[in-house]
């Protein structure tokens, strides 16, 4: 099949290369070398290029460069006929999620490790949706990347959705935390997600029909408010690992939002009539959102591409007096700032994907659930 034409503007072509080039200036590691390995070769010479290897904090470097003016459109705005993997996908917000993307009419891909989970995940699919495949895999299995990339192209065909919804809840405090306990939930809640992007990121941008990439996070991504260091540490990290792909990928059809639920109710079968054959005795927490109404909201971000899905407005004062802590901390103006410490901090003192977002949420839409 021919590949489809890059229909991205001249603007976006110009522009996305130059306004990533800070990167190089703020990561000693060598972020020419990461984008490359994604397949952002051009992003990855603008890196490179920026300035020679030895120039020092006072070289003279450019203005930064014009932002875009809007934010990024939706690269998924149509979802049927489209495929997605989500991960852990067989009970609690993953089967909420794979739920919802088969009833926008998504082929959807299920990543499981447990199969009495998975039997009891199945019929809740509506008979007649675009088509249900379940993998069994490991998150944290880099070359089970691969396999199951070229598993789902041979079932499926081309994968644009990437849900990556695996998570270790550990609730353990960070004082008191081993290595162990910590090597586990980076590898899961972290890592696992570099993973995807390695592997998946390429295909995307190779079959350029449009893409998207979704990290369930956490409230604790953006308030860590109770004493699970480990789980609060890993799930701030997710929330950023987003937002700098949002930066990196703003100028292409690849989309990435990142979801930070509050309570919801890990059993699908809650207010269904039936009783889940997995859990029969058992009785979980009732109080939370239903797991589909969390996973509509999931689809509802990704067809309007939004950056930040947040499904519990109880949470917004402690929010606000998180961020309201911070500004609070920023010192005043003592003394003038050198002009040259302030050209120099140009490209990192603001991140336009912000304000952008902020204009792309003043749009009204009919609800935040239907996709």
Not at 65 to 94: C, F, H, M, N, W
Not at 100 to 118: D, Q, T
Not at 210 to 238: D, E, R, W
Not at 342 to 352: K, L, N, P, Q
Request: charged share 20%; aromatic share 6%; net charge positive.
């Amino acid at each position: 099949m021919a590949r489809k034409k890059d229909t991205r503007t001249m603007r976006d072509s110009a522009v996305a290369p130059d306004r990533r080039q800070f990167l190089s200036a703020s990561a000693a590691f060598g972020a020419g070398t990461l984008l490359a390995g994604l397949g952002l070769s051009r992003y990855a010479g603008a890196q490179t290029a920026s300035a020679p290897a030895s120039a020092g904090p006072n070289a003279a470097r450019s203005p930064p460069p014009p932002e875009p003016t809007v934010s990024q459109p939706p690269p998924l705005k149509d979802l049927k006929g489209k495929v997605a993997y989500v991960t852990a996908a067989s009970d609690g917000i993953g089967l909420g999620i794979a739920r919802a993307a088969s009833n926008a009419g998504m082929k959807v891909v299920i990543g499981y490790r447990n199969e009495e989970r998975l039997k009891a995940a199945l019929p809740l699919f509506k008979p007649g949706n675009a088509g249900v495949l379940a993998i069994k895999h490991d998150v944290t299995d880099r070359e089970g990347w691969k396999a199951l990339l070229a598993e789902i192209k041979s079932k499926f065909g081309n994968l644009h959705l990437v849900v990556n919804n695996a998570g270790v809840k550990t609730l353990k405090p960070a004082s008191q935390a081993k290595y162990d306990e910590w090597d586990n939930a980076m590898a899961v809640n972290v890592t696992a997600i570099v993973n995807s992007v390695v592997v998946c990121l390429p295909h995307m941008r190779e079959h350029n029909e449009g893409g998207h990439f979704v990290t369930t996070s956490s409230m604790s991504g953006l308030l860590p408010a109770v004493t699970a260091g480990i789980y609060s540490a890993t799930k701030i990290c997710a929330v950023g690992i987003m937002e700098a792909l949002r930066v990196e990928l703003e100028s292409t059809n690849i989309g990435t939002s990142v979801f930070c639920p509050g309570g919801v109710n890990t059993d699908n079968y809650v207010g269904s009539g039936e009783e889940n054959p997995l859990r029969k005795g058992q009785r979980g927490f009732g109080g939370g959102m239903d797991p589909l109404e969390a996973g509509e909201r999931v689809i509802n971000g990704v067809v309007n591409n939004d950056l930040f899905i947040l499904s519990h407005p109880e949470f917004r004062p402690g929010m606000q007096e998180r961020f309201d802590s911070i500004m609070a901390s920023t010192p005043s103006i003592e003394t003038p700032i050198p002009q040259l410490r302030i050209d120099y901090e140009a490209r990192v003192s603001r991140c336009g994907i912000y304000p952008r977002e902020i204009e792309h949420r003043a749009a009204k839409r009919k609800n935040y659930r239907e996709a």
